[in-house]
């Protein structure tokens, strides 16, 4: 029977966290399955929105930098907020906005990205969906609150950074960098949105990292050599075809997809 728990208890802490909120564009579902595993202590999602790849391996060290404050104010509170607290957020009546709630500002934000499912900003009340109750446990209710409680011991030590990526402090140190910033084709329903990047001088930035990078895209993107990744359900049950750029395809070799590469190899590569 021991043997028994302390397999599952490993298996637990391999699959990481669930989502604390649903995210428009979110890479939770699709981070085990498509890109590598981190080969650092150290992960930076330089464009967090909902850190969907960090999720899945919560003990390392994680920063996040997300230019929007709703966002990166989302983070601040789940970083420091007690579970008693989460568990304690009443639910939401039919006739009731996040405003009627007495709780503050970043748990009225909490509670508006799950009145919806996959989007970009935090709902003020209940969607058509979350209203018609096929799906309780996706919405805000006693699981979600359950599930957020569970885990926010788990993330005490992640950082967040509200700001621009240009503007991240750790831009120099060594660390798996997952950089899913907005598609520049599809990528406006952010408040923060393509609009506003430069992806030439954001190719650059890529390529200038140290470490292991990671970049996503879209079908069509030409900032970086993309390659093809796969066919993803969106949110919206539409096929996106996604596409990506390692910084270290040109140096590893094709036996390393089978084999991890050694730490002391990893220490070798350098950035393209
Ligand atoms: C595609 S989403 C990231 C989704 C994320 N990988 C997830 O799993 O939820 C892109 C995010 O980048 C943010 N963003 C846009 N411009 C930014 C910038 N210059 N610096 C940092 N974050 C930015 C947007 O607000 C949005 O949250």
């Not at 309780?136 to 599930?147: E, H, I, L, Q, Y």
């Not at 030439?200 to 990671?214: F, K």
Request: hydrophobic share 35%.
């Amino acid at each position: 029977m021991p043997r028994k728990s302390k397999k599952k208890s490993q298996g637990k802490a391999h699959a990481g966290l669930r989502p604390f909120f649903g995210y428009y564009g979110g890479k939770w579902r699709d981070t085990p399955r498509l890109y590598p595993s981190p080969e650092f202590g150290r992960i930076v999602e330089p464009f967090a929105g909902s850190a969907g790849y960090a999720l899945r391996y919560p003990d390392r060290r994680i920063t996040l930098c997300e230019i929007d404050p709703v966002v990166a104010g989302v983070w601040r509170y789940l970083i420091r907020v007690k579970p008693s607290e989460i568990l304690r957020i009443p639910d939401l009546e039919t006739d009731q906005t996040v405003d009627d709630l007495k709780i503050c500002e970043e748990a009225q934000w909490l509670v508006g990205f799950w009145l919806n499912r996959g989007v970009s900003r935090p709902r003020k009340s209940a969607s058509d969906w979350m209203r018609s109750e096929i799906r309780p446990g996706s919405f805000w209710g006693a699981r979600v609150k359950s599930t957020i409680a569970s885990q926010v011991d788990s993330i005490r030590h992640w950082v967040v950074r509200n700001c621009s990526y240009t503007d991240c402090r750790d831009f120099r140190r060594e660390a798996t960098w997952f950089i899913d910033p907005p598609y520049q084709a599809a990528g406006q329903h952010y408040k923060f949105g393509s609009g506003a990047v430069n992806y030439e001088d954001l190719a650059a930035w890529c390529r200038s990292r140290n470490g292991q990078v990671i970049v996503c895209e879209n079908e069509g993107a030409s900032w970086l050599p993309f390659r093809e990744l796969s066919d993803t359900k969106t949110t919206r049950k539409r096929r996106s075809k996604e596409v990506y750029w390692l910084s270290n395809w040109n140096r590893k070799p094709k036996a390393t997809n089978v084999a991890p590469p050694s730490a002391s190899a990893r220490r070798g590569v350098e950035q393209s």
